[in-house]
T-cell receptor, first 116, second 115 residues
Framework: AQKITQTQPGMFVQEKEAVTLDCTYD???????LFWYKQPSSGEMIFLIY??????QNATEGRYSLNFQKARKSANLVISASQLGDSAMYFC?????????????FGSGTRLLVRP | GAVVSQHPSWVICKSGTSVKIECRSL??????MFWYRQFPKQSLMLMAT?????????EQGVEKDKFLINHASLTLSTLTVTSAHPEDSSFYIC???????????FGSGTQLSVL
C-alpha cells in the first residue's frame, strides 16, 4: 500500500493567490514526521516545512503552512501569495517511528505552475 | 543552514565503466547519509542508508554489488555505480541528517547518463 499519496499530478495557480497541495499518509506508528520539499528544475531538494505527529499546532514557515489533520491522516501544504518562483515539483514525505536511521518515504509529487 | 555538496552534477560514461559520486556535508558531521534515485518525472526512491564506519543498508531490490557505498568519514559518503549500463541512467541524489534533529538536507544531485 502507498505510504504517501499525492493525488494532484499537476496544479495551476494565479500569481499572488494561495494554493493547497494535498498529501495523505498511511502509518500505524504513533510517532512520525511529515515533510514537504520543493524541487525546481535544477533538481535540488529544498526543505520547506516539517510537522511532527505530536505537534499540536500546524507548522508554519513564512508563506508555507501545513494543514495537519491527524484523524484524516492528511498533511496538506498551503502556499500563500504565490510567486512565479514557486513553480516547481513539490514532494510530501514521511519519516516513520523514531528510527534513528531517519529515512524518508516520498510521495509521487505535484507539479505546480504559477501563472503571471 | 547546513550544506550538502554533491559532485559531479552530471556525468556521461560508456557502458561497462564505473562512476563515483561524492556527497559531502560541509559544515556539520553526518553519521548517516542516504542515497536516492529519481527517474524522470518520478519520485525519489531510497536506495540505501550509508552509515559512517559500517556497512550500508540497502533497500529491497537494490543490488549492493552494483551500487557500492562507502562512508569512510563523518563528512563524506560515496556511491560507485559499477559496470554501468544504460538502464542505470538516472538522477542520483544524496541527503544527510542535519544538526537540527528533524531536518534532512539534500545535495544538488547527479545526472548520470550511460551510453
Amino acid at each position: 500500500a502507498q505510504k504517501i499519496t499525492q493525488t494532484q499530478p499537476g496544479m495551476f495557480v494565479q500569481e499572488k493567490e494561495a494554493v493547497t497541495l494535498d498529501c495523505t499518509y498511511d502509518t500505524s506508528d504513533q510517532s512520525y514526521g511529515l515533510f514537504w520539499y520543493k524541487q525546481p528544475s535544477s533538481g535540488e531538494m529544498i526543505f520547506l516545512i516539517y510537522q511532527g505527529s505530536y505537534d499540536e499546532q500546524n507548522a508554519t514557515e513564512g508563506r508555507y503552512s501545513l494543514n495537519f489533520q491527524k484523524a484524516r491522516k492528511s498533511a496538506n501544504l498551503v502556499i500563500s501569495a504565490s510567486q512565479l518562483g514557486d513553480s516547481a515539483m513539490y514532494f510530501c514525505a514521511m519519516r516513520e517511528g523514531r528510527d534513528s536511521s531517519y529515512k524518508l518515504i516520498f510521495g509521487s509529487g505535484t507539479r505546480l505552475l504559477v501563472r503571471p | 543552514g547546513a550544506v550538502v555538496s554533491q559532485h559531479p552534477s552530471w556525468v556521461i560514461c560508456k557502458s561497462g565503466t564505473s562512476v563515483k559520486i561524492e556527497c559531502r556535508s560541509l559544515d556539520f558531521q553526518a553519521t548517516t547519509m542516504f542515497w536516492y534515485r529519481q527517474f524522470p518525472k518520478q519520485s525519489l526512491m531510497l536506495m540505501a542508508t550509508s552509515n559512517e564506519g559500517s556497512k550500508a543498508t540497502y533497500e529491497q531490490g537494490v543490488e549492493k554489488d552494483k551500487f557500492l557505498i562507502n562512508h569512510a568519514s563523518l563528512t563524506l559518503s560515496t556511491l560507485t555505480v559499477t559496470s554501468a549500463h544504460p538502464e542505470d541512467s538516472s538522477f542520483y541524489i544524496c541527503s544527510a541528517r542535519g544538526p537540527q534533529f528533524e531536518k534532512l538536507f539534500f545535495g544538488s544531485g547527479t545526472q548520470l547518463s550511460v551510453l
